[in-house]
């Protein structure tokens, strides 16, 4: 169950760029067409990536269908958790119950069953993860939408990861698999701006332009490593250690976004710290 020190750095640095991306979305002044941009440079970078990498085997094309479909749904709950929510109370509420929906369905679809150790851990970082939520009282407290909204993008992180672990595992060549399912996922969500936008597209695409075109590198790279990574070891180990991009999230949120860092935020910290050790410790 130990993951070797490679996949852990690059799982680590794939958890910084994916919280990066999140904040370029977070701060853009219209987070549907941040995020049309986001996913456009990501399917350009996808597309220039075809060349080298070619495409995946047939029994792939399956997975990348629902993929897309997942991750249009994901976006959506995205952009709506954005709207109505604080970086740092819907991200860490999303990320953090994943990692278990993640295992379960892994376990019931993959069979990767995880020892008792390992599911101690992946509870230990899940209940340090969302507890981050939970600053200031209740997510739901005085609104309940920010808490629907994460919980939907939560289910949508957990299949697209499922799907995209296995899809990667029969595609013959993973790379081949990330580079079209980047380009494929760039679609929808172009679509959906211009038709949400309608004559305005240009100008709210043209404002978000930087930011977007940031984010989409991020996260090519970020969700990229981590389908690779998903390919070749347990995917539960992986989500787990992936949401430690909520830390990263929390420091982006304190030291760009003006938002708090206290004594919660690092003792949840702490608890994330310790659930990965007591993961990557499992065998």
């Not at 919980?151 to 299949?159: E, Q």
């Not at 172009?190 to 989409?216: D, I, N, P, Q, Y």
């Not at 787990?240 to 760009?256: D, K, M």
Request: with cysteine; aromatic share 10%; charged share 10%.
């Amino acid at each position: 169950m130990s993951l070797e020190i490679e996949v852990v750095a690059l799982v680590l640095a794939a958890a910084f760029f994916h919280a990066c991306w999140n904040a370029c979305v977070k701060v853009g002044s219209d987070g549907l067409a941040t995020l049309a941009v986001v996913n456009g440079a990501a399917a350009l970078i996808g597309a220039l990536a075809l060349p080298f990498v070619g495409s995946p085997e047939p029994g792939s094309w399956p997975n990348l269908a629902a993929s897309v479909v997942l991750h249009t749904a994901y976006y959506f709950f995205l952009v709506q958790q954005y709207r109505v929510g604080d970086l740092s109370h819907v991200y860490p509420l999303a990320r953090g119950l994943s990692p278990l929906m993640i295992a379960g369905a892994a376990a019931l679809f993959a069979g990767e069953l995880l020892a008792p150790l390992a599911w101690l851990g992946v509870c230990v970082a899940s209940l340090g993860i969302v507890s981050l939520a939970f600053e200031g009282g209740p997510p739901w407290k005085h609104d309940p939408r920010p808490v629907l909204f994460a919980t939907g993008t939560a289910v949508c992180i957990a299949a697209y990861s499922v799907v995209d672990g296995l899809g990667a595992r029969v595609a013959g060549n993973a790379f081949a698999y990330i580079a079209w399912l980047h380009l494929l996922n760039g679609i929808p969500t172009a679509v959906w701006a211009c038709v949400a936008r309608r004559g305005r597209a240009r100008a709210a695409l043209k404002a978000e332009f930087t930011k977007g075109v940031t984010g989409g590198a991020l996260q090519a790279v970020a969700y990229g490593a981590a389908v690779w990574a998903m390919s070749v070891t347990a995917m539960g180990a992986v989500s787990t250690l992936r949401e430690t991009s909520v830390i990263f999230a929390a420091a982006i949120g304190a030291l760009a976004l003006g938002e708090r860092f206290g004594g919660r935020r690092i003792a949840a910290s702490a608890l994330v710290v310790a659930g990965v050790i007591v993961l990557n410790a499992a065998g």
